[in-house]
């Protein structure tokens, strides 16, 4: 620090403790965790409850508000905590600076395009023509 | 330290003797990683093929319900328990909570026993008793 002798010892230290930041993406990966316990039994519970897995089925399944609201947060949460986490990889493996952003880039696209598909399909079983 | 390159390595996979707790951990990245690409990717395949109407959605049904097709769909789903389970005790030990060897140990266990278990319940209900 250039301040010197003259720094008041608050002076010194500020800036270079915690900034009270920068925990968001450990914790956001927690709180979608807890959120996909939910989700994903409730997914998995569904698709065991429900007397048949074709078509007809399905269709009339996500129709309902208690299948399309519970599969549009599956999704959204889904591809989130899946991005946070492989972003984890990631990190742990590619170094170099250009390479880590460039792959973490494709990643957030893959991750959004992939999110999109699928709620756009969701939106079609829901509001669109079924069978 | 950029001036220090003969700084020790952390012993690594090589080195340490496996247990439990080193295979869970490893399990729970690739597991991770498994049902981020080829989980959501073929979660959102099939919504797809639902929302596409009947005839693609037989054609998802076929692969669905081939050999290799079954192989991917459970090694899907026990990925899934798995990294439900050991995402759990995470949780846990983010909590501080776990750490004793023994019941480390035995925690990690049961997470490979659970997701074994909860895998062969939900195929042989599928598979057996639904049909």
Do not use: C
């Not at chain 2, 439990?20 to 989980?39: D, E, N, Q, W, Y």
Request: overall charge neutral; cysteine-free; aromatic content about 10%.
């Amino acid at each position: 620090m250039s301040l010197g002798d003259s720094a008041t010892p608050l002076g010194k230290v500020r800036g270079l403790g915690s900034a009270q930041e920068g925990g968001e993406h450990w914790i956001t990966e927690r709180v979608t965790s807890i959120a996909l316990l939910l989700l994903g039994t409730w997914f998995i519970a569904s698709l065991l409850l429900l007397p048949k897995l074709d078509q007809r089925t399905l269709v009339e399944w996500l129709h309902a508000p208690s299948g399309f609201i519970p599969m549009a947060l599956l999704i959204i949460v889904g591809f989130r905590h899946a991005l946070d986490g492989v972003k984890v990889s990631v990190d742990d493996y590619v170094h170099e600076p250009g390479n880590n952003f460039v792959l973490n880039t494709l990643l957030l696209f893959l991750a959004v395009a992939g999110a999109a598909i699928a709620l756009f399909a969701l939106a079609r079983i829901a509001f669109g023509v079924a069978g | 330290m950029a001036n220090a390159p003969s700084r020790p390595l952390s012993p690594h996979l090589t080195i340490w003797r496996w247990g439990p707790h080193m295979l869970v951990s490893i399990l729970h990245r690739a597991t991770g990683i498994a049902v981020s690409f080829a989980g959501l990717g073929i979660l959102t395949w099939w919504l797809f093929a639902l929302s596409n109407g009947t005839d693609t959605y037989a054609d998802f049904a076929k692969v669905a319900q081939s050999p290799i097709g079954l192989i991917v769909l459970i090694g899907i789903t026990w990925s899934f328990f798995q990294h439900l389970l050991s995402g759990i005790r995470h949780l846990v030990m983010d909590t501080g909570a776990g750490f004793e060897l023994g019941i480390n140990k035995t925690f990690a266990i049961l997470t490979i026993v659970g997701s074994v278990l909860l895998t062969a319940l939900m195929w042989f209900y599928l598979l057996g008793v639904r049909k």
